[in-house]
């Protein structure tokens, strides 16, 4: 919804509240009115970053590379991967539609050390431009472009586009949706061609199958696999805590009084951002009732959009792979080998062979079109995140202005990423491939951590999560650095 | 005359998209050695139906059966749709049912939530576009409009009540 048009926010006289809610070490928030909720239940969100960042490479290429290997009943892991970021994501939002701040500023409240770690791993692990490997590889198949001239022309065209957006919230959503609702409609008639109703049985039935793991699976060259398809399962790495800053942006809960960040061209209309965010009166019932109005709204995103996309698009995905292994063995022997190309390639091969060229273009469509939305987000979600946490805590940052700190971190990715196309390992140096596949695990348990320590402690009492939602993020943070140890001391790797 | 074209109006958001669907499917199904034109028409086969149901989701929204942007409705609408469309597709220029009509609808039905997900959230972009163009001749869609007005207005109440 193009809301560029609405008056700048000082147009409106501010309804002035004498009292603030005191939350850690920063400056203590100022009560203002909650907004009300939207008042249906509406499929338009910030959630559609999340499912954009989120289908990716661990639906489209590691689950139904796992299946093939071990059956479907590994899939009872991805349940609970997937079931753990939904969860994730409300308690995530909880902070941030509480408070209109980004989980990065609640972590700074909690301990500022903690949040400076966020900013360093993020550097560290979304730098590198392999992830647009896999795309633009999928694209030369289909018209012969060699990928690094797309992946590069993506990379520019990606900087060009957000530097002139004028309100860059408003641009991406609009972008992404459409073409994430061409990737859920393509899936679900592809899957429709394709798959039976054994496939999806063998699928579903798989992910009940709690606690099965084959012997082969627990040795040191598969175990690592798992342990970062686990990882993958949903949005991964940082992307949960990016959610954060688009939730803000999208005006949600009280988000709604804090400006937006624009394009580079019109950073110069930028609104001065406030250092922190605001808290509205818990113990007012009428404010509690649209808290209870935004909670709703959100988990409806929660379930339907980003459970419900995530699942549809693997389930397919994986429809997809069992037929393509029935009629091309070939497709096993590629996906043992992990070679990731030749893996899709196959599988697109046997996809064409039991319908046309055609289809096989079009599941590489696809393939190109994730790593599209990938890149899309990524970079955005980044460069928002470091700006967000620069503006805030770097001394003197504020004069330069969000917008304008935005553009810095989004054409510094951009141009690290082509030379590095162009002259360097575009996963990053091989020396350090295994620590930056730890740290980005290792953030996911980390955000688990901090997430328990700002919501139960930053926020006033009645807002706080309940207990069966604090035990699970606490189940997500042993399991995703459990995991992570087990396989570290086990078999001396990090992940795969 | 009038009110049907008015009332046909609102059913060309829902009806594209579908049309749009079947035509993605429409590489799909060829199977291997099929001529061209048999291809064509198989995804015709599916792009109709397809177009057809929309439509009539388009249509309902304007009767006030759908809300806009609610997903339940939607979702057991297409569950019925989707199934019925392949259905169609499939009796007329598939390989015959190899599981049974069971098994296939079964499937089928449960790939429809799916791709309700996929329709509801494009028609939910491009209807508002669409109704602001046609509002000032149709009052009919005019009348939905003003619904998603509504939305909107409960948006911007909220973003201008800024700090």
């Known amino acids: 919804m193009d809301t560029s048009n609405t008056p700048p926010a000082t147009a409106t006289p501010p309804v002035e509240d004498d009292r603030v809610w005191k939350a850690g070490r920063l400056d203590p928030m100022p009560i203002r009115k909650l907004p009300d909720a939207p008042p249906s239940v509406h499929i338009v969100g910030p959630t559609v970053f999340l499912v954009a960042l989120g289908v990716g490479i661990g639906e489209s290429y590691m689950w139904p590379r796992l299946v093939l290997l071990f059956g ?57 431009p392999g992830h647009l490997s896999a795309g633009a590889a999928a694209f030369e198949q289909i018209t012969g472009i060699p990928w690094i001239i797309t992946a590069i022309a993506g990379l520019v065209l990606v900087g060009v586009v957000f530097s002139l957006a004028k309100v860059i919230y408003n641009l991406l959503e609009n972008v992404l949706s459409l073409l994430i609702g061409a990737l859920v409609l393509g899936t679900a008639v592809i ?72 394009g580079l061209r019109h950073a110069g209309e930028e609104e001065e951002m406030p250092a922190r965010g605001f808290m509205f009166d818990t113990d007012d019932p009428a404010e509690m009732a649209k808290w209870k109005g935004w909670r709703r709204w959100v988990t409806f995103d929660a379930l339907l959009l980003f459970w419900g996309v995530t699942m549809l698009v693997t389930i397919s995905f994986t429809v997809i792979a069992q037929s393509a292994a029935r009629l091309n063995p070939g497709v096993q022997t590629a996906l043992q080998q992990d070679d990731r190309e030749a893996a899709l390639g196959a599988m697109s091969d046997a996809v064409s062979s039991a319908g046309s060229s055609v289809l096989g273009a079009v599941f590489l469509g696809f393939i190109a079109l994730i790593g599209l939305n990938a890149t899309l987000g990524l970079f955005d979600s980044f460069s928002r995140g470091q700006a967000d946490m620069t503006y805030n805590f770097v001394p003197g940052a504020k004069k330069i202005g969000m917008s304008r700190l935005y553009g810095i971190f989004l054409w510094a990715v951009i141009i690290f990423g082509i030379l590095i196309l162009l002259f360097g390992p575009a996963d990053g140096p091989n020396e350090i491939l295994d620590t930056l596949a730890f740290l980005s695990t290792f953030a996911m348990g980390a955000y688990c951590v901090t997430l328990l320590l700002v919501n139960n402690r930053m926020l006033p009492k009645p807002i706080r999560p309940r207990w069966w939602s604090n035990v699970i993020i606490g189940f997500g943070a042993v399991f995703y650095l459990g995991l992570l ?10 992940i795969g | 005359m009038m009110i049907e074209r008015q009332s046909l109006e609102l059913a060309l958001p829902g009806a594209s998209i579908g049309a749009a669907a079947g035509a993605m499917a429409g590489g799909l199904v060829l199977f291997a050695g099929q001529p061209i034109g048999m291809a064509a028409l198989s995804a015709l086969a599916l792009a109709l139906p397809l177009a057809l149901f929309g439509g009539v989701y388009g249509l309902l929204l304007g009767q006030g059966v759908f809300r806009p942007g609610t997903f339940g409705p939607t979702g057991l609408f297409w569950m019925a749709a989707f199934p019925l ?24 039905a449960m790939v429809g939530l799916g791709f309700a997900i996929g329709f509801v959230w494009l028609h939910e972009r491009l209807m508002p576009h669409w109704l602001v163009r046609r509002a000032p001749d149709n009052p009919r869609a005019e009348a939905v409009l003003g619904i998603y007005l509504q939305y909107a207005h409960a948006l911007r109440a909220r973003k201008g009540g800024r700090r």
């Not at chain 1, 909880?94 to 050390?113: D, L």
């Not at chain 1, 140890?485 to 990090?494: N, P, R, S």
């Open chain 1, 485 to 494: 140890f087990y396989c570290l001391f086990a078999y001396g790797v990090a």
């Open chain 1, 72 to 128: 479907p009943e590994i899939r009872w892991l991805f349940l609970i991967g997937v079931t753990l970021q939904a969860v994730v994501m409300l308690e995530m939002a909880r902070y941030a539609m509480a408070t209109g701040e980004s989980i990065f500023s609640g972590a700074a409240r909690v301990f500022k050390p903690l949040m400076w770690f966020f900013f360093i791993v993020a550097i560290a692990v979304y730098i590198w």
């Open chain 2, 85 to 108: 469309s392949r259905l169609v597709q499939d009796s007329l220029f598939g390989t015959g049912l190899t599981e049974g009509v069971l098994p296939f609808l079964g499937y089928q």
């Open chain 1, 191 to 262: 899957a429709a061609m394709v798959g039976s109703w054994g496939d999806v049985a063998d699928t579903i039935t798989g992910m009940f199958a709690i606690g099965y793991l084959p012997s082969e699976a627990l040795s040191a060259a598969w175990f690592p696999v798992i342990v970062g398809a686990c990882a993958f399962a949903g949005p991964s790495g940082m992307q949960q805590m990016w959610y954060t800053l688009h939730l803000r942006d999208s005006g949600a809960g009280m988000g709604a009084h804090i400006p937006k960040v624009r």
